[in-house]
């Protein structure tokens, strides 16, 4: 299972890690990062299937966006630091919007771009269960679960550049 969390690289990464990260923004020319953000950390979703995730990270490869962190400055290389594929958060939603049409998201199923605090409830446990008629089949029930996923991401992209912290996301 995997979780899509945001919050400060401090949280999450050693401080060798995160020098790494530092010097591979500044070779590839990015914008370095303004402070750590934000103290907390906040789940976006948790519980993600494994196969889910490949697939949907299939996707984000495609469009050049599949990484373990997103950072919230712009840029449009996806680099290699301390053993985590790193990609810009705003590049995220580039890639989301080039994603959409395949995953069957309308622009009225868009999360709003504005995060508010209330969005990160430590005592939520995650959305409810996608439910499906009787007659559906597999594939319908993959193509939910999809949309499930790229709202969570759309979510936590807006999340980390709105609270200027990255979003990971880790495989537990």
Known sequence: MATLEIGPLTNFLDDDEIAAI???LEEHGAPAL???GDDDAHVIESNIDDD???DFRDQLEAND???DIYLPVE???VFEAAGYTIGSAPALLLALANMQDDIGIDEDDEDDDDVDDDDFDDDDIGPEPLGFDDDANAIDLKDQHMRHLWRAFHR???AAIHRNVPLFVRMD
């Open 34 to 36: 303004d402070g750590d």
């Open 75 to 77: 840029f449009e290389d």
């Open 52 to 54: 889910l995730l490949a």
């Open 22 to 24: 530092m010097r591979a």
């Open 156 to 158: 936590g992209a807006n």
């Open 65 to 67: 966006a599949g990484c």
